[in-house]
């Protein structure tokens, strides 16, 4: 190391000032090793590893987002599927079913092109998959007042199917790949103030 003041050279990296003309000595205060990461990084050495991190952060965030938007458009389809064919059968029938049995096999079942069944529940053409829980062996039309209470089913959906995916309801604005929704004799409806709920109104 120099003295700027005077050029005198110094060995000893402790002394702060020059024994020569007594100037203040100033030390690098920047690593060289740092020096040498700046210009590594600067001719592109990192380009390749700095990549790769960027990647590894944004990715899983992207892939989450992506499976939100699709569970959602899965979501939207089914429920306006299983709506459609209550409403179908209606304008064939001339009439909506009184007991579960009916609607869940005439009404939803008898309107859908492709489907296979499944222990409580039908696999549809698109692989999601959607099973009932019998409330009541009654089926009534839609009252003013949507609950589990006056539904004769709870319906849930499985945009990848029960064994497969997260298996996990939506939480806030995270969506999952299961949605719960209530059936009544002539359409299905969402649970009110619920997630599924907010993300019909959405679509609305």
Known sequence: MKCVNCGTEIEDKKINICPNCGAKIKHDTFPVWAIVLIVLAGTGFFGLPIIGIVAAMTIPTLVASTEQARNKAIFKKTYSTFNQAILMDNAISGKYYTTFDDVWNKAIKGQLSRYQDIENGIVLADLTEVKYEKISGTCQRKPEK???KTACAILT??????NKGA???SVGSRVGDRFN???YSDGVETIPNTPEDRLIKKFE
């Open 146 to 148: 949507i609950s589990e």
């Open 157 to 162: 959906v499985d945009a990848d199917g029960f």
């Open 167 to 169: 298996n996990k309801f």
């Open 181 to 183: 929704i209530l059936l």
